[in-house]
């Protein structure tokens, strides 16, 4: 089942913060980031693993909350750079053993000077 | 290194054409995924290779769509009679091993447009 991202879009000025996440209806394994520039491929920011883990990419970070089986991603003091379409990919508990990853609708991020 | 790469990356069909599209994941990747990407979504998984055996394909939305990775390094992602629903944009990952835990890097995909 796809996970759902909210919110669905956010308008920021440079250097302002801003949190993008990610719901999923069944238990989690792990959770992967990945922002989208028109045209352009997916690019990967990181993998959250079960078990609350934070991790840091830059300044964009990421925890993984087991218990409401939901991602969220932040990103501080944002840049023009930060533009773009951010999907969370999510491997189920007890799914495949390959990777394979359910994604959800997107957030598109748009930064403004 | 050279990432995954996608050609072509920009296919136009008239519905009823047979269609191919080619990924070149990267080199030594043992993993490549295929998925779909219809305007404004997420990717949609498709199916999945472990080297040359086709492990999964559960994602193919009909018998119209058929893929290969024969040697286990390029693939084909094949569509037969497209139709236009199958415009979208079609992206191919791949990731080193076979975990969970492996990250997946994308090439560009092939926009496809179906007339």
């Known amino acids: 089942q796809q996970p759902v991202q909210s919110p669905q879009a956010v308008i920021l000025r440079e250097g302002e913060d801003a949190v993008i996440n990610c719901s999923s209806s069944?238990?989690?394994?792990?959770v992967h980031w990945y922002r989208q520039k028109h045209g352009e491929a997916p690019v990967f920011l990181m993998i959250?693993?079960?078990?609350?883990e934070q991790k840091g990419h830059e300044k964009i970070s990421a925890s993984f909350n087991e218990k409401k089986q939901q991602s969220s991603l932040y990103l501080t003091a944002s840049q023009l750079s930060y533009s773009g379409t951010y999907f969370c990919?999510?491997?189920?508990?007890?799914?495949?053993?390959?990777?394979?990853?359910?994604f959800g609708q997107g957030t598109i991020l748009t930064v403004h000077p | 290194g050279a990432g995954v790469s996608q050609s072509p990356r920009y296919k136009v069909a008239k519905r009823g054409q047979d269609v191919a599209l080619r990924c070149d994941p990267i080199s030594g990747h043992v993993s490549l995924f295929w998925y779909q990407q219809a305007l404004g979504q997420g990717p949609e998984f498709l199916t999945y290779f472990q080297n040359e055996a086709q492990l999964d394909k559960s994602g193919l939305p009909s018998d119209r769509f058929f893929a290969e990775r024969p040697e286990g390094s390029v693939s084909t992602l094949k569509i037969q009679r497209t139709q236009q629903e199958d415009s979208a944009v079609y992206l191919c990952a791949s990731t080193p091993r076979t975990g969970l835990t492996d990250t997946q890097y994308f090439g560009p995909g092939t926009r496809l447009t179906v007339l």
């Open positions: 959250l693993l079960k078990g609350g």
């Open positions: 990919g999510t491997s189920g508990a007890g799914g495949t053993s390959y990777g394979k990853l359910t």
């Open positions: 069944k238990a989690l394994y792990s």
